[in-house]
């Protein structure tokens, strides 16, 4: 049973404030684990929940996992996903960059949020009082989360996929598993490029990047 979980967290969704992006990053503005968890954490406890973090090993593969847990006993299934191993030197560091973004990816897709959109508001999207706002991004420069896919953000994406297989094959492995884990993509149907079709696809790769390439 999950009643009184599931209630909390409907409060909690409609308490909860704005997580706000200001960590900079080279794709843009971003909100931090430290940013998300300022927001949450709060609410959370007011409602009688928790987020807990806790990693395993399976197969000689680390594994994070991120539950919801509410004081009457009741939790809700965790969520998880394989870290990816870094490039730095120094292990520990590697490990810590994972964990750090991953924490925060985790969370916010168990809690339902986005960051730098309200959550909570209760209004309707009217799509003739607002239009709908589309980031181009140059060939050059990334520069965020495009709200649609188009042709050329595509393609700058997977030419950094390729660039990436060219230079790094153990990392372009690390990377195209992450993504296989995270989207539950059919490794057995199309090739890997086939399925950057969404923003959060291409959102992935430049965070996936900058934590382990771009240093």
């Known amino acids: 049973m999950t009643k009184e979980i599931t209630a909390?967290?409907?409060?909690?969704?409609?308490?909860?404030?704005?997580i706000k992006e200001k960590a900079d990053a080279q794709y843009g503005k971003f909100a931090d684990l430290s940013g998300v968890l300022s927001v949450v954490n709060p609410v959370l406890a007011k409602n009688g929940l928790v987020a807990t973090n806790t990693t395993k090993i399976v197969e000689d593969k680390n594994i994070l996992s991120v539950q919801l847990l509410h004081i009457s006993g009741e939790s809700l299934p965790p969520s998880e996903i394989l870290l990816p191993?870094?490039?730095a030197k120094n292990e520990l560091y590697?490990?810590?960059q994972a964990l750090t973004y991953f924490k925060r990816y985790l969370l916010l897709g168990l809690l339902n949020l986005t960051?730098?959109?309200?959550?909570?508001?209760?209004q309707v999207y009217n799509?003739?009082?607002?239009?709908?706002k589309v980031i181009p991004i140059t060939k050059n420069k990334p520069v965020g989360m495009?709200?649609?896919?188009?042709k050329d953000t595509r393609d700058y994406y997977l030419k950094k996929v390729g660039e990436l297989y060219l230079n790094s094959t153990d990392l372009y492995k690390q990377l195209t598993e992450a993504m296989y884990v995270e989207f539950s993509f059919d490794?057995?149907?199309g090739k890997f490029s086939d399925y950057i079709q969404e923003p959060k696809h291409v959102t992935y790769i430049q965070t996936w990047l900058d934590?382990?390439?771009n240093d």
Do not use: M, R, W
Not at 146 to 150: E, H, K, T
């Open 187 to 189: 490794k057995t149907s």
């Open 211 to 213: 934590a382990y390439v």
């Open 115 to 122: 960051a730098g959109i309200p959550d909570h508001d209760g």
């Open 146 to 150: 495009p709200q649609i896919l188009d």
């Open 94 to 96: 590697s490990t810590g």
């Open 8 to 18: 909390a967290l409907c409060k909690f969704i409609q308490e909860v404030g704005t």
């Open 85 to 87: 191993k870094g490039i």
């Open 127 to 132: 799509p003739d009082e607002e239009a709908v």
